[in-house]
């Protein structure tokens, strides 16, 4: 995790956050400064700062396509898209480089719509209008490819509440500040084994257009009776919680305010060690989130021929707040030697990337469905 290890501490530390004011608006635009280089990763650039490959390595390297991509999305899978961006262009093709700007799920859609890089990323699918509108433009159909699972986890670092268990209804309340005080008996009808703290609840929540709020808003409007704020990528987040931008702010406001609780994917949480509340599922089940309970969840889905799905109703021994990352390319309108570099590049990671999305909490596509995701793959600019 060197890649991920050496950003994810700058960028958490050097996060800002604002406090909302009756809905503040920061989430009215998905790109509103959320495109700054701070964000950016240039792993392929990198890749030879801590270590050289050897004379094997790049002789195989000259069996691969050569070239440049540009990447911009979610940050969701930011851990694991520096990691498979690290290995490919620093072990297995170093006549590679690729930059991901982990700017959220808003911006990579928005900048993929308009061109302006070769791939997007987002946890949630193209909308209609979306489909619509890039057929129009590029005249030929965007592509959508699962590529990685991941759990969005309830985040805090107070002591007092390690083991905390929350349900869809009290995480409803709390970002809807109908519960304010850690000690609420709501709260503590659910935690009888802990001493819950005398103190305010602080909600944080992501700012820019995000994939990760995407999945956790989808899950609250399922599962939830008193959910009120609909789902989407950006919601109006009412006064008395904290914006952060990207998993990165989030994480910081989680850290940096007393009584904070804010939603992250499971990968920031273990890299800075945050705690993560029990989730109760569709079946009544306390489920703490673990990779096992993130993979438990995933089979619960029939994911159809257009990938396009939620991951929703989770029982069993699955955790219930679970989410897809999908990346974007084209059919149609990309150089040979770009399109040669995107096919191989996400055939690799979806190949050959399991070990080390595993290494970071994420769940790789099954065996049963990697054959079409690789299908999908090789549809890039099949349309030239």
């Given at each position: ?38 964000t950016a990763t240039g792993a392929g650039d990198d890749a030879g700062d801590d270590e050289t490959t050897d004379d094997g390595d790049d002789a195989a390297a000259g069996d691969r396509p050569a070239g440049q991509l540009d990447g911009a ?174 998993n990165e702010g989030v994480s910081a406001g989680i850290e940096q305010n007393e009584g904070a609780i804010g939603y992250v994917n499971q990968a920031y949480a273990i890299e800075l060690d945050l705690q993560t509340a029990l989730v109760i599922n569709a079946d009544g089940n306390a489920v703490e ?96």
């Open positions: 995790m060197r890649t991920f290890t050496r950003r994810i501490a700058v960028l958490t530390a050097a996060s800002l956050l604002a406090v909302a004011c009756g809905g503040d608006g920061d989430a009215g635009d998905p790109t509103a400064a959320d495109t700054g280089d701070d999305g979610a940050t969701f899978p930011t851990p694991v898209f520096e990691e498979w961006i690290f290995t490919y262009t620093g072990d297995v093709n170093t006549d590679a480089s690729i930059n991901y700007q982990s700017i959220g799920s808003g911006g990579g859609i928005e900048q993929f719509l308009a061109e302006t890089v070769d791939f997007g990323s987002s946890e949630r699918v193209l909308s209609e209008e979306d489909l619509e509108l890039a057929e129009e433009q590029r005249g030929c159909a965007p592509i959508e490819i699962p590529v990685v699972f991941g759990a969005v986890v309830m985040a805090t670092v107070d002591p007092a509440l390690d083991g905390l268990t929350l349900d869809a209804n009290a995480i409803a309340d709390i970002f809807e500040r109908r519960i304010t005080r850690w000690d609420d008996p709501a709260l503590v009808e659910l935690n009888p084994d802990l001493d819950l703290p005398d103190m305010d609840i602080i909600p944080v929540h992501r700012s820019d257009g995000s994939g990760t709020t995407s999945v956790f808003t989808k899950y609250l409007d399922a599962d939830s009776d008193n959910w009120t704020l609909g789902e989407g990528t950006e919601v109006q987040w009412p006064a008395g919680t904290v914006g952060g931008q990207g989130p673990t990779l096992e309970a993130t993979s438990a969840a995933l089979a619960t889905v029939e994911i159809p021929e257009d990938f396009r799905f939620d991951i929703l109703g989770v029982g069993g021994d699955g955790y219930p707040i679970a989410g897809t990352n999908w990346i974007f390319a084209w059919e149609c309108g990309y150089e040979a030697g770009t399109a040669d570099l995107l096919k191989d590049f996400w055939s690799w990671a979806v190949e050959e990337g399991d070990d080390l999305a595993l290494e970071l909490g994420y769940a790789p596509l099954d065996d049963s469905v990697k054959p079409d995701a690789l299908a999908a793959i090789e549809r890039i600019n099949s349309q030239e």
